[in-house]
């Protein structure tokens, strides 16, 4: 018995000893994120370089996949090896770590340094505010309310680039007919729902979707108007190809530079695609926001710190936060990644068409549209974006039964 | 009897024993104790009855799963016994080159199931695959698009993992089959009985204990696949390829909703007992007793 | 118990031979398509694979693939290939392997010669555990080794494969002590043999054919493990499966198949090469009763 607790000490020991850091006098950090894209990883390293350029080491863990990455960042929270700092998006996807206590407070910096007066849009504050103190940093604005359009197929059917979806599916079967498809579109969950929040926020406008994603108002719901939301997204899924399942959303964006498709509905990452592929933006192709009523999705990124019970790493986390929000690295960052500054005072001179139509619009803010993860948790917005991507998927979904079905989500409490 | 006779055999079972108790009962009571309650990100005792179950079972998702679960369960456990038999009985007939066949049969079970769905994502590729090589060959005809099919998904998810377990029942098939006495093949061939005949009607009933033993090892798999549909077709198309461990994983870890994580686990964990327990506990534990003593 | 076939038999070649030929050579087919496709289109170039038919030999051999996919694929921001995650997987398989076989043998041991009251009881308890599906455990699971600090790093992994390891090893090993003669064991007794004297001096000299069973079962298992690799090993112990599969799911650029195939042949080396040396004395450990109902 003596020989095989030894051999076990002996396997065991040594390997312990291998997972103590190595402690250094500058400060560490690890960062969970999920930019994993050429432009993403680009824009990460804007931050990884500026915070190296203090004198510190950045380990990077980046993991494939928005839900994969949080959801390790919260098993990491949970089972007490916590990351310096960790993505989510603009939502509420981490009320319950600050609710729990789990998060650092930063409210010692953002007063200091007046983050209250400088982050714009004013939406982003109370995303980051609890109880008078912030407990996440935005970093950026992405919008999903975007078509874009290749407009050599318009030009080739001869038909003006659309404005509306009404508009688009006027013209879709002449694009049909030309051998195009009309309608690119990625098969994954994320998509599939997202594109539904375009369509809805354009036909219904955003007062109505408000009524219904955050007031959960069941007369507002069955108005009507919703169900035509929801016919009017199946009769655009007709126009799609069935190469569509579980295609990425860069593979979609593809099809649209090559011409093999007239048009996609993704939010303002996908210029960077059209970016890296030569094309400029309003000459080779389109970038719509569709609808009468314009608006800027707010949608975007945070970063959150992780409590610890280390003192060294609280300050690694506050030296990291006011980097973030510094508008040199924002600028540099926001370029690279191309979105919109969390603040008004830096320079986006190196903008294109697109992105400056974004920033023209998101200086009104009654063009400012929030997102349904802004009010509801994570758990919500999956179920609903369940029933919208078999809706998609399954022809024998009737709208009815979605209607019911949805209406079961609003009124779960979830 | 006293404490401490066998004493040094209750020391040695002490971690088995822990084990058990901590982790294979623990957990199940910690899981249903928190199905109760409306956790979300963390576990919260936020008692909340059976709410989570309620909503678990309205889930159009959760119908979907459940079935996926059934048509894998059977299209797997039967598509491996009948071809693991098969393949057994025709290494059987003293075919040359035997330990060769052999490891052909029995190389995809080393695979992972991670890599076993990559590889047939890459072959039943829509616009790569074996579709397109057919096309390539004239055979315009040829459709086979259960990838991106949501009616057929689910049985590509099982062509794969037969593909990968059909040789371990080949081996412990064939192991039943060489522990056939030679007098009943010959009894067999006096009386004139045709082989596949034999095959079928006699020798399949005396190899119940490697059927028993197959089906158990089988039927463990099958509630806990994950990494295979998670590499092969992530769930989709849409949602028609999900199951209750997909389901289970999915509010765990990125839908940040274990409340219903817990129920969902709940719910499988009592299925499992329901079919498997009641047949496991009389095969390994009853016969066994029985037998020994 | 031999392992000659006993199956008729067979004449001359015969038409019906000829065909058992055929028809065994095109199932051979079948199993080796998807293992010839990973490797020749991890040695195609990418115009080729988007050109060419997927079953067609590469015109040109490209071997980029391999040293990218070993030791450059990126996952994220970090270039490093699968090394990394090759290296993991041995430092999780070896102890864990050793660890669980270890105990499974000694709790079998005890379990067949030296039962005393309520060990059957903990024995069904554990077994019981086989069948519980991990995703009920996961997550209390990850509680645990929370409260055990050992959560995300190598002990902790190590330790949950010893734990979902264990039920089916320690049934294994019972049966295989069940089946050996229990005068053996009395005379050993009579001999003045002690619970440890007579597992070292008699049981481990005649384990060999179940050991060799348990570890192939182990090492495979260990390192195709997907789920628990990717919840409890942690960031810088993530075993090959997972660095796989972050390679290729990635959810960015254009996906580099040859890249994808020659990483996912290299994944699955370890368990073929354990299966091409040592699948003979498999099918026979297994012959020889290591596995049976």
């Known amino acids: 018995m003596k020989k095989f607790f030894s051999i076990l000490l002996t396997i065991f020991v040594p390997l312990s000893f291998t997972n103590v850091s190595k402690a250094a006098g500058h400060m560490e950090a690890e960062v969970i994120h999920w930019w994993t894209s050429g432009g993403e990883q680009a824009a990460i390293s804007e931050f990884a370089k500026a915070w190296e350029e203090m004198g510190n080491t950045w380990i990077d863990t980046a993991i494939t996949g928005g839900d994969n990455a949080r959801g390790t960042t919260v098993n990491r929270i949970i089972g007490g090896n916590p990351p310096t700092a960790a993505q989510f998006n603009v939502s509420k996807q981490f009320v319950d770590l600050v609710e729990q206590g789990l998060l650092q407070s930063l409210e010692e910096v953002a007063s200091a340094e007046g983050w209250r007066d400088f982050i714009y849009p004013p939406e982003l504050i109370e995303t980051c505010e609890f109880e008078g103190e912030f407990y996440c940093v935005p970093v950026n604005i992405h919008s999903w309310q975007w078509m874009w359009i290749n407009n050599d197929v318009y030009k080739q059917v001869g038909l003006p680039v659309p404005q509306t979806f009404e508009e688009f599916l006027a013209g879709a079967p002449k694009i049909q007919e030309a051998g195009i498809i009309p309608l690119a579109l990625g098969g994954q969950g994320w998509q599939e729902s997202g594109m539904f929040d375009v369509v809805a926020s354009s036909i219904m406008g955003f007062p109505l979707m408000q009524s219904i994603y955050r007031d959960k108002d069941l007369d507002a719901f069955r108005d009507g108007r919703f169900e035509s939301v929801l016919n009017t997204y199946r009769e655009l899924n007709q126009f799609t190809d069935e190469g569509s399942p579980g295609r990425l959303w860069n593979d979609t964006t593809a099809m649209v530079i090559e011409g093999k498709a007239a048009m996609q509905v993704m939010g303002d990452w996908a210029r960077g695609e059209f970016a890296v592929a030569g094309q400029e933006a309003m000459v080779d192709y389109s970038c719509v926001i569709p609808g009468k009523e314009k608006y800027v999705a707010l949608g975007g990124d945070v970063f959150v710190f992780p409590k610890n019970d280390d003192p060294k790493v609280k300050d690694a986390q506050l030296a990291m936060a006011s980097m973030m929000v510094n508008p040199t690295v924002q600028a540099k960052f926001n370029n690279a990644k191309g979105s919109l500054p969390m603040r008004l005072d830096v320079d986006t001179s190196a903008a294109d068409a697109c992105m400056q139509m974004g920033l023209d619009l998101i200086q009104n803010p009654d063009a400012i549209m929030r997102e349904s993860d802004d009010w509801n948790t994570p758990a919500f917005t999956a179920a609903w974006g369940d029933i919208i991507s078999e809706f998609r998927n399954d022809p024998n979904y009737t709208v009815a039964q979605v209607m019911d079905d949805l209406e079961g989500v609003l009124t779960s409490g979830l | ?293 | 118990m031999s392992t000659i076939p006993k199956g008729p038999r067979p004449k001359h070649l015969t038409v019906g031979r000829i065909g058992l030929y055929c028809f065994i050579i095109m199932c051979a087919l079948f199993f080796l398509m998807p293992l010839y496709v990973m490797i020749i289109t991890s040695l195609k170039d990418m115009d080729e694979i988007r050109a060419a038919n997927i079953l067609n030999l590469p015109k040109e051999l490209s071997f980029y693939a391999w040293p990218k996919a070993w030791s450059q694929a990126c996952t994220g921001f970090v270039c490093e290939g699968l090394k990394p995650g090759f290296v993991n997987s041995v430092k999780i398989t070896v102890p864990s392997v050793i660890v669980s076989v270890a105990l499974s043998a000694l709790n079998g041991y005890a379990l067949a010669f030296w039962r005393f009251r309520g060990a059957y009881f903990f024995f069904g308890l554990c077994m019981f555990g086989a069948f519980i599906p991990y995703q009920v455990m996961v997550y209390p699971l990850l509680k645990i080794e929370d409260f055990l600090g050992i959560y995300s790093s190598l002990p902790g992994i190590i330790l949950v494969h010893t734990i979902f390891g264990m039920p089916i090893l320690t049934l294994i090993f019972r049966n295989f002590y069940a089946s050996l003669p229990i005068d053996l064991f009395k005379a050993a007794r009579i001999d003045g043999g002690n619970f440890i004297k007579i597992f070292f001096y008699v049981i481990i000299p005649m384990s060999t054919p179940i050991t060799i069973v348990a570890v192939i079962l182990q090492v495979t298992g260990i390192w195709n493990d997907f789920l628990l690799g990717l919840v409890f090993a942690g960031r810088d112990n993530q075993p090959m499966t997972v660095q796989l599969n972050n390679i290729v799911q990635v959810d960015y650029g254009v996906a580099e198949y040859n890249v994808d195939m020659s990483a996912t042949i290299l994944t699955s080396l370890v368990p073929l090469f354990v299966y091409f040396i040592s699948g003979r004395w498999f099918v026979r450990g297994i012959a020889a009763g290591a596995i049976k109902g």
């Open chain 2, 1 to 293: 009897m006293p404490f401490y006779r066998n004493i040094a055999a209750k020391i040695a079972l002490l971690p088995m024993i822990v084990i058990s108790l901590t982790v294979f009962v623990g957990c199940i009571i910690y899981s249903f104790v928190y199905s109760l309650t409306n956790s979300k990100l963390v576990p919260v005792m936020n008692y909340v009855g059976f709410d989570q179950y309620e909503r678990l079972f309205k889930q159009r998702k959760w119908d979907v799963a459940v079935e996926n679960i059934f048509i894998y369960g059977f299209v797997f456990t039967i598509g491996c016994l009948i071809i693991g038999f098969l393949l057994a009985v025709l290494i059987d007939q003293k075919i040359r080159g035997e330990s060769l066949f052999r490891t052909i049969f029995l190389y995809p079970y080393a695979m992972s199931f991670v890599v076993t769905g990559l590889v047939w994502k890459w072959v039943l590729n829509p616009t790569f695959g074996l579709e397109n090589s057919m096309h390539m060959w004239g055979m315009t005809w040829f459709e086979l698009d259960w990838l991106v099919n949501r009616d057929l998904a689910i049985y590509a998810v099982c062509i794969a993992a037969v593909w990968q377990g059909a040789g371990f029942v080949m081996v412990l098939m064939l192991a039943g089959l060489r522990g056939i006495d030679e007098d009943i093949w010959k009894s067999l061939s006096i009386e004139g009985v045709a082989k596949w005949k034999s095959y079928i009607f006699v020798i399949l009933p005396m190899l119940r204990p490697m059927v028993v033993t197959a089906i158990v090892l089988i039927a463990a798999g099958v509630v806990k696949v994950y990494d295979l549909i998670l590499a092969l077709t992530s769930g989709g198309p849409g949602y028609a390829t999900t199951t209750p461990a997909m389901y289970v994983m999915e509010n765990f870890f990125s839908r940040a909703n274990l409340g219903q994580a817990f129920a969902a686990s709940i719910i499988m964990f009592i299925s499992v007992v329901c079919i498997l327990a009641p047949w496991a506990f009389y095969e390994f534990y009853l016969r066994n007793k029985y037998a020994n003593n």
